[in-house]
């Protein structure tokens, strides 16, 4: 997440919404806020203005051609901010398991490649209330500035955690008592047919290629969402907006009271 212009332990923030949110997460963490000079000051920028002279944090005037820079051309909306890096206390699956309840609901990306789509995904499993979204490590989009921006404030509230091996993660969360779900278009139940009133990992394919094969071999079962229309595909963050939410239509009020039979596949 890191900009040009800044080390490893800084992070670069850009966007309105991304800008807001990690100054309401962790003021003391930003070092600094970058404003675009002839940015018209809109009531979003005025709140986030507001937050920065309550914490007393320089603010540095410059160019939309800077801002573009850093950004790497990406929408920041003429403002950005650069923060110290921190890790939160949720960092690999081994921290995460012993957290999870019998409503435990994970969302797994095998190698979705766009940062836009990923960040996209993690806003909709934090909108849904999942725990965790697991990526894999290599071949796949990471947790960049880019990525971060499209979370709209969601990556500052559910950890993201990469792993080296996404087969080997999905048979530790079996173990743990998690039931998982792989999404394709040829599987064998509808999303709506599903029961997902139990502990839940929800497994989506990348762009273009879906779900690898082996990652699918490692699920409980493989579901599809019915589509009428003349298109065969969705957008990945789209497919796990319908996934996720029918999760909780399903569950309601209700909280699942146990988790998954060891014995029981």
Known sequence: MAGASENAGTEFVFGMHAVRHALGAAPDRVKGLLLQADREHNAALREILAQVERHKIPVRHVTRHELDL???????????????????????LEDL????????????????????????????????????????EDRAASMTDVAVKAASGAAEHIPVLEVKNLARALEQLK??????????????????????????????????????????????????IPLDGHVESLNVSVAAGICLFEVRRQRGAVIPTAGRNPSAR
Request: net charge neutral; charged share 20%; hydrophobic share 40%.
């Open 70 to 92: 850093e950004s790497t051309y990406g929408k920041h909306q003429g403002v950005a901010l650069f923060r110290t890096r921190v890790q939160g206390p949720i960092r690999d």
């Open 175 to 224: 173990k743990a008592g998690l039931w998982v779900f792989g999404t394709a278009a040829d599987g064998s139940t509808s999303v709506h047919e599903a029961d997902f009133k139990r502990p839940v990992a929800l497994v989506l394919g990348g762009e273009g290629s879906g779900m690898r094969h082996n990652v699918a071999e490692h699920c409980d079962a493989v579901v599809r």
């Open 97 to 136: 398991l012993p957290t999870l309840g019998a409503d435990a609901l994970l969302l797994v990306l095998d190698r979705v490649q766009d940062p836009h789509n990923l960040g996209a995904c993690v806003r909709t499993a934090d909108a849904a209330g999942a725990q965790a979204v697991i990526i894999p």
